[in-house]
């Protein structure tokens, strides 16, 4: 009777997973909307649409660091009707203390959208490549004044360079990515963390520098920047990798569905230019890897959440 009722409960959670879904996804974005996660979370939901049969409303629950509309999703029901976006932040938010929540209480589903980092500085600084940069730093530990926020994945992306290079930064405290580099232009700082959007214009017209990107090959949209690989550096991998949870306990067969239907919207051209014309590659991690991913990612934070914490 036991092998039955087990038979049993495997044919009906195989026809639920068949009929999902069957209504509306929420899809919980714990950030403002007009921001950048904001932005390239709508660009997925739109395209999912098509892929997984139903619409995909996006909730904005802005707050407390992107942690309050996680609470709120860790809360949820895991029946598959709603999902959310974390990033490498939530590890930061964790290690800080922030947040009780880590992203082993969710159930990673797949990573999509990848926004490189670049170690970006004035123009004026005089340091033309990292290793100016690198060599400068070292020998005057505490002198760089780095812009970040503070406590976030910018400043735990400043404490790999650091790690990696052997000194210390000052650190300069700014909410958002737009402010520091506005710092950074104004002169208020000598060195930030920066992405495409926030930073190639002012690359472009030669009020900025870029030094080096943490992904493995050069993005396209910057062709002539060396990646910190290539520069001896394999371990500062630096991104910011935007990916889709939904509430622990969720039927693995509905985590199959979706991860596929992301597979396949992962590898549409049209879906692809609409990132790349926000700053963001696809670079998709289905449920295992991007579990993988976030382990590594949860050891590099608590490694170096001593710096984070001064």
Do not use: C
Not at 48 to 67: D, R
Not at 139 to 168: C, Q, W, Y
């Amino acid at each position: 009777m036991g092998s039955l009722g087990l038979g049993m409960l495997g044919a009906s959670s195989a026809a639920q997973a068949d009929d999902y879904p069957d209504h509306a996804i929420e899809f919980i974005v714990p950030w403002s909307p007009g921001g950048g996660s904001d932005a390239l979370m709508r660009v997925i939901s739109n395209a999912a649409e098509q892929y997984l049969g139903q619409p995909l409303p996006v909730i904005n629950m802005p707050g407390v660091s992107g942690t309050l509309g996680l609470k709120a999703l860790a809360q949820k029901a895991p029946d598959g009707y709603t999902l959310g976006q974390i990033h490498e932040g939530l590890m930061a938010a964790h290690a800080t203390g922030l947040t009780p929540l880590d992203w082993d209480d969710f159930q990673p589903i797949a990573s999509l959208a990848s926004s490189p980092q670049y170690l970006v500085v004035n123009a004026d600084s005089g340091w033309k490549t990292f290793a100016d940069f690198a060599a400068y730093a070292k020998a005057n530990p505490g002198k760089v004044r780095f812009g970040a926020t503070l406590g976030g994945i910018p400043h735990v992306h400043g404490a790999m360079i650091e790690d990696a290079i052997g000194t210390s930064f000052r650190y300069v405290g700014y909410e958002g990515t737009g402010a520091r580099i506005r710092g950074l232009v104004g002169g208020h700082i000598d060195a930030a963390i920066g992405d495409i959007s926030s930073s190639l214009g002012f690359v472009d017209n030669g009020d900025l520098r870029f030094l080096a990107v943490g992904t493995p090959q050069r993005p396209p949209q910057t062709p002539d920047v060396p990646t910190f690989k290539e520069l001896g550096y394999p371990g500062l991998k630096l991104s910011i990798n935007r990916g889709i949870v939904a509430p622990k306990g969720i039927d693995p067969a509905k985590v199959e569905t979706l991860a596929a239907d992301f597979e396949a919207m992962s590898k549409d051209p049209a879906f692809i230019d609409k990132m790349r014309a926000l700053g963001a590659g696809v670079d998709f991690m289905g449920p295992s890897a991007y579990a993988d991913y976030l382990a590594e990612v949860d050891d590099t934070v608590q490694r170096l959440s001593g710096k984070l914490a001064r």
